[in-house]
């Protein structure tokens, strides 16, 4: 889990006066698909160097990040 100031650039549901909480996840796109269902904003899921992650806005405006990192170690 990881806790940040909302402000930061770059977020997918612009500035915030709140903080962003962020979430690790197995799967990104099934968490992603809960959230749609219960008309929950959710932004596109994004492939990053370390990993996929989206954000959502919950019911209350509070900024979340789902993300799963991406295994270093590869296929054993």
């Known amino acids: 889990m990881t806790l940040q100031d909302a402000s930061v650039p770059g977020a997918a549901f612009g500035i915030s006066d709140s903080v962003e909480l962020g979430f690790a996840v197995e799967d990104v796109e099934a968490v ?45």
């Open 32 to 76: 992603r698909q809960r959230f749609k269902e219960q008309a929950i904003e959710v932004g596109d899921v994004q492939q990053m160097g370390w990993g996929e992650g989206f954000d959502a806005v919950d019911p209350d405006g509070h900024r979340l990040t789902f993300y799963r990192m991406r295994n270093e170690k590869g296929p054993q």
